[in-house]
């Protein structure tokens, strides 16, 4: 099978949902510009302080992945399954609540919401502008082994691609 690199960008955590839309295309602008096509599955590592500092020195503890395919997007949701099989079980299972996200909701909120509930993993899936998925991973034994799992993701089983 190719061997398949994803490229994991930096997210400040105060980037809210309304602005993640102009900055996912500032990102798609810059790797274009650097000769990296569309990417069919785009990686953010949600991190606090200056963006490069703070995404070199601490592992990932909370990551945002944009997913416009609907073929990759199932293909992470069966991924993060066999991911959630793996994960440690907490000791006692919080009250499930709704999240709570507007426009204006930095991504700090929702992820200290998730937290909040023992959650490590929320999709949303929007069909108006953007017809396509996010999905919040928290903890670093989520998103290490997600990644471990993103390669198949992305390039498939028949290694022909997805994209």
Known sequence: MPQYQVPILPMSE?????????????????LEERGTPMQPVMVFAVVA?????AFLAHAIDAMLLVILDAKIRDAVMEALSRVEMREPKPQATPETRKIK?????PVKSIFKQMAAQSMTVLSLTFTEDLNGSFFFLRTPFTISEFLKELPNCVIGDDDEGLN
């Open 14 to 30: 105060k980037t809210t949902l309304g602005e993640s839309g102009e900055f996912i295309a500032g990102c798609i602008d810059l």
């Open 49 to 53: 302080g200056p963006l490069q500092r």
């Open 101 to 105: 996200f507007k426009d204006n909701t």
